[in-house]
């Protein structure tokens, strides 16, 4: 069937009085979300999926893409009047927009940020409709070896390519392995990894890791730096709309995004730094207006990577539905969800959950429109919520950590296993480990370890499949690629530059 | 400021390389771990040991390679180095988690949620512990009756929800 009739089918469910109020509260809980520092849309899906056990796969898949989304557009908001980036994909907004509002143009940086994510979400999400098809056809050819090697070039990708050092990203991911492997293997029953404690023979719960480290974690680490006031809020004056001149300086920058974004998210590789800076840099090259740039503020520089993020966050979704391969923090939950269901995405899910995929898809782009609404005309509301205090913001936190840990199971042991996870994320936190591989590496190993021996088995045993299949071994080379290149790179530059000695405060 | 030569390299970084060590310690734990592990011989090419060695292999090398850069003057960025742990605020913290986990079966949720709530609050600089009590319960109990409500999450029911007859 072609994709417009299978959209217009996935409307018809999005539509329903039910779906559309799901899809409201994950908007308007995600914006929420977005606002508030330290919590983000990872966590918040986490502390949510039991509700996968109580509502139909598309009502919860329709709520969790609502905070998805909406977590997007609520970040931009406290990068612009706080100027404290509340995930690494807000960096950039912040740089331009806490620029612009404290030269009074803050209404102009929200609304180029609200409407240019509006624009790139629907690009992105028209995006994902017409490619999602496409890479199901590509992936019906894979085996799996190629599915292992695929995962193994996003493992390379999402731990050693994207972030600051590739060692700590690698350790982070294999944490994540060794944390997913705990319980039992699920194709001999043999208990790993167990202690001897019965509490872990189910393995470690994604909502126990996802809440220690982003919760826990964060909580100790802000309460570690003496967190005593807040930053200065940038108050909202002015006109919430653009002037005809900002709206010619913003369309170009929207699109130019959203076609920088789109493609690098839909690669098995995610990460929405790599566009947004991208994008940046293409906004101030191309800009008539280079000296607003890091001065007063410019608005493409807002506007550009405003729509990289969204179109990159859209662009996500892509592997996850099509091959069951999640390249986000967020991505991986949301996988589990489909997993407590007993859905596995991959090539055969728009075939088999056709209406689930295509009424998430609808409502994807109902949550934009929804979103640009509560964003614009109601933004004052969302301010109000930046005026919570630390203690009780944090306290609040970790009391909702407490409940969505101890429902799992009434254990305290959970608790304990939360508060050592937590802990891990304070020290990961202030030695610079990234997270989010850990959360990927616990979703997405057992995965891959599953396609290896399913692999392994079809092959008996012989470990040629993975370098004999070309689309495997190119793969695998790529991945290889991606982890050496730029440490190759680096060395020659470093043989060639070797004249001057360091100056220390360089960097 | 005189011009000297910078040292010839940065000093050995101890955080770092305990942090390297501990993860060398984990990685020797997969190890003994998987090890152990019955293996019916059925599996044994690719049975349930194979990603558990190379995970340990695999955090054995990076611990190796971050032990090295330690060595070398350690990687912790600056920001993070110049801000010294507040060891009082991270107490309260502390303290507030742990009585959560040790009152939480005797004395229900909302309990040991509120005296959390309290601790965590303190922690953070806010003086007002009557105050935030009265917070912490009306949040506490919320959490507790939108979960168990809304998710139906089971949350152990104790002093304060049996008197609201929950």
């Known amino acids: 069937m072609d994709t417009l009739s299978q959209l217009a089918n996935g409307f018809a469910i999005a539509f329903t009085p039910m779906n559309l109020l799901w899809c409201l509260l994950g908007t308007t809980l995600g914006t929420a979300i977005g606002v508030l520092p330290g919590l983000g849309p990872a966590l918040t899906i986490a502390l949510l999926l039991p509700i996968t056990f109580q509502v139909p796969a598309e009502a919860s898949f329709i709520l969790f893409a609502g905070i998805y989304y909406g977590a997007m557009y609520g970040g931009s908001t406290t990068s612009i009047l706080l100027n404290t980036p509340g995930e690494s994909a807000t960096i950039v907004t912040a740089l331009e927009g806490n620029k612009m509002a404290r030269n009074g143009r803050a209404g102009a940086a929200l609304a180029t940020s609200a409407i240019g994510s509006f624009v790139a979400g629907t690009i992105g999400t028209a995006g994902i409709a017409f490619l999602a098809p496409v890479v199901v056809g590509l992936a019906l050819a894979f085996g799996p070896a190629e599915y292992f090697s695929l995962m193994v070039l996003a493992f390379v990708m999402v731990s050693a390519v994207l972030g600051s050092s590739s060692v700590r990203g690698l350790t982070s991911l294999f944490i994540g392995f060794f944390i997913g492997m705990v319980g039992i293997d699920l194709q001999t029953g043999q208990a790993r990894f167990t202690f001897g404690l019965p509490e872990l023979l189910d393995g470690i719960d994604v909502i126990i890791a996802a809440v220690g480290l982003f919760a826990v974690g964060e909580t100790l680490y802000v309460a570690a730096r003496r967190y005593t006031g807040r930053d200065e809020i940038i108050p909202l004056k002015g006109s919430l709309y653009m002037s005809a001149q900002e709206w010619g300086r913003s369309w170009k920058a929207w699109f130019r995004g959203a076609l920088i974004g789109f493609p690098i998210g839909a690669m098995p590789a995610g990460g929405a730094e790599i566009p947004t800076f991208l994008s940046y840099a293409v906004e101030k090259k191309l800009s008539k207006h280079k000296e607003e740039f890091g001065t007063t503020g410019a608005i493409e520089g807002v506007a550009g990577p405003e729509a990289a993020n969204n179109a990159s966050a859209a662009g996500v979704l892509v592997p996850m539905l099509t091959l069951g391969l999640p390249t986000s923090a967020t991505a991986a939950i949301m996988l589990s969800a489909f997993q407590s269901y007993g859905i596995n995405p991959g090539p055969l899910l728009l075939t088999t959950q056709s209406s689930l995929v295509w009424g998430l898809i609808a409502s994807l782009f109902i949550a934009n429109v929804i979103l640009v609404i509560l964003n614009l005309p109601l933004i004052g509301l969302w301010v109000r919520l930046l005026r919570i205090p630390a203690p009780q913001l944090y306290a609040g936190i970790l009391v909702f950590a407490t409940v969505g840990t101890y429902g799992i199971s009434q254990s305290p042991v959970d608790l304990v296993l939360l508060y050592v996870l937590g802990a891990m994320g304070f020290l990961m936190r202030r030695f610079d480990f990234p997270t989010a591989p850990v959360i990927i590496g616990m979703i997405l190993g057992p995965l891959a370890e599953q396609q290896f021996r399913r692999a392994m088995t079809i092959s008996a045993g012989d470990w040629s499949v993975f370098y004999t299949h070309p689309l495997s071994l190119t793969l695998l080379l790529l991945a290889l690629l991606a982890l050496l290149a730029p440490k190759i790179y680096s060395f020659i530059q470093h043989r060639r530059t070797r004249g001057p000695e360091h100056v220390p405060g360089d960097a | ?166």
């Open chain 2, 1 to 166: 400021m005189s011009i000297e030569q910078p040292p010839a390299r940065p000093p050995f970084a101890l955080p770092e390389a305990t942090i390297g060590v501990g993860l060398l310690l984990v990685a020797a734990v997969v190890l003994w771990q998987t090890a152990i592990m019955p293996v019916s011989p059925m599996y044994s090419k690719v049975g349930p040991t194979v990603f558990p060695y190379m995970t340990a292999f695999g955090l054995a090398l990076f611990a190796v390679l971050l032990i090295i850069q330690a060595w070398r003057g350690g990687w912790q960025p600056d920001d993070e180095k110049e801000v010294a742990v507040d060891w009082r605020s991270t107490g309260f913290v502390a303290a507030g988690l742990l009585a959560n986990v040790l009152l939480i079966k005797p004395l229900g949720f909302t309990f040991a949620s509120t005296v959390l709530f309290v601790l965590v609050t303190h922690g953070f600089g806010s003086r007002k512990p009557l105050h935030n009590a009265a917070i912490g319960l009306v949040l506490s109990l919320a959490a507790y009756f939108g979960f168990a409500k809304a998710l139906g999450v089971n949350i152990g029911a104790g002093v304060i929800e049996r008197l609201l007859g929950a």
